[in-house]
């Protein structure tokens, strides 16, 4: 058995001695298909006990068409777009209520969130307010029993409202016999309600006393009005 290297591609053959003196030595390489003389190039009879060594060609003799670069591929940022997207609906949400506030205030659905609102940050929502859920149920206006040229009015009222609500500017208008209006005071409920009460809200289904002084008119009245607004 021989073992001949085909000279065009290096490739190491296994032959028999027939083959070998078949055609005086040309061989086809199985490999590249060439055909060379396997008697020149021939390595041994018996690769078990050659001492010639086929050496491996260099790297350097090969022509090389290109030459390639290892190159390790970058991480791309992830953009964090479920993040960006929540954002942006806080943004459009915070812009909504910013449009609507008197609007979503009055929402009886809401009050409990604006509550909240109000009470963990400085946004300072307008409470829920029905003037027309409060009912005056008592009312009395009459001269203080020691100080002269001061008149005592005393107010009851009740909100109707299904919801507690923000107490109400009171209007009141002292009217002559002839019905014409002759002086008139509002009360805002920094007038009529504690320091500490300020922010409090009139309960639901609930009624409210009320007493308040001031001076009396220059004309004598014989009548009163009593409205509310916000």
């Not at 390639?68 to 991480?75: K, Q």
């Not at 806080?90 to 604006?114: C, D, K, P, R, V």
């Not at 409202?161 to 002759?182: K, R, V």
Request: aromatic fraction near 10%.
């Amino acid at each position: 058995m021989h073992y001949p290297v085909c000279p065009f591609c290096l490739s190491s053959l296994q032959i028999t001695d027939q083959q070998l003196n078949l055609k005086e030595g040309l061989i086809r390489c199985g490999h590249c298909q060439e055909i060379f003389n396997a008697k020149d190039t021939l390595a041994n009879s018996n690769p078990s006990t050659s001492t010639q060594s086929i050496n491996p060609p260099n790297l350097h003799d090969i022509p090389l068409s290109a030459v390639w670069e290892e190159v390790t591929p970058s991480r791309q940022a992830v953009v964090p777009y479920g993040l960006l997207s929540f954002v942006f609906a806080l943004a459009f949400i915070a812009q909504l209520i910013y449009q609507h506030t008197n609007e979503l205030s009055q929402q009886a659905s809401l009050q409990g969130t604006i509550r909240w609102l109000n009470q963990t940050t400085d946004l300072n929502l307008p409470a829920y307010q029905d003037i027309k859920q409060f009912q005056v149920v008592y009312r009395q206006i009459r001269p203080h029993p020691k100080l002269p040229d001061v008149l005592i009015f005393q107010l009851s009222i009740k909100n109707k409202a299904p919801i507690s609500q923000a107490y109400p500017i009171i209007n009141l208008t002292l009217t002559s016999p002839q019905g014409e209006p002759i002086a008139s005071g509002s009360f805002s409920p920094s007038h009529y309600l504690d320091s500490h009460k300020l922010h409090a809200i009139f309960k639901a289904k609930t009624t409210q006393h009320f007493t308040f002084y001031f001076q009396t008119p220059l004309q004598a009245a014989s009548g009163f009005e009593i409205t509310f607004s916000r």
